[in-house]
C-alpha cells in the first residue's frame, strides 16, 4: 500500500497550490480520501475530506471557500487545489485513505506547503 503527495512547496500569501495522491495497493474507490495537516506545534487536523465516489465533500472552516478537494478513481489520485494561501496554511499536508467496513486506515509521508513572502 502506497501514498504518495507531490505538489508542495513555497509559495507567496494569495498564491495557489495543487496537491497530489497517487494511491495504490488497495482498491481506490472503496475509500474515503482527506486531507490533513499539521503544522510545527500543533495537532494534525483535518483539512477536506471526499467520500468514496466523490459526490460529497467537507472543510474545515478555515480553509471553506479557497481549498477543493476532488478525486479521480480511473487515476487512483485524490487532489487538494489551495487558492488564496495564507501564512497560516503552512504545514505538512498528508493524504489520508479510510475504509469503514473492514476498517482501513492509511497515511501517506506528507508533503510540506509553506507560504511565505
Known amino acids: 500500500v502506497q501514498l504518495v503527495e507531490s505538489g508542495g512547496g513555497l509559495v507567496q500569501p494569495g498564491g495557489s497550490l495543487r496537491l497530489s495522491c497517487a494511491a495504490s495497493?488497495?482498491?481506490?474507490?472503496?475509500?474515503?480520501m482527506s486531507w490533513f495537516r499539521q503544522a510545527p506545534e500543533k495537532e494534525r487536523e483535518l483539512v477536506a475530506a471526499?467520500?468514496?465516489?466523490?459526490?460529497?465533500?467537507n472543510y474545515a472552516d478555515s480553509v471553506k471557500g479557497r481549498f477543493t478537494i476532488s478525486r479521480d478513481n480511473a487515476k487512483n489520485t485524490v487532489y487538494l487545489q489551495m487558492n488564496s494561501l495564507k501564512p497560516e496554511d503552512t504545514a505538512v499536508y498528508y493524504c489520508?485513505?479510510?475504509?469503514?467496513?473492514?476498517?482501513?486506515?492509511?497515511w501517506g509521508q506528507g508533503t510540506q506547503v509553506t507560504v511565505s513572502s
Open positions: 489520508n485513505a479510510r475504509r469503514t467496513i473492514n476498517p482501513r486506515d492509511y
Open positions: 495497493g488497495f482498491t481506490f474507490s472503496s475509500y474515503a
Open positions: 471526499i467520500t468514496r465516489t466523490g459526490a460529497s465533500t
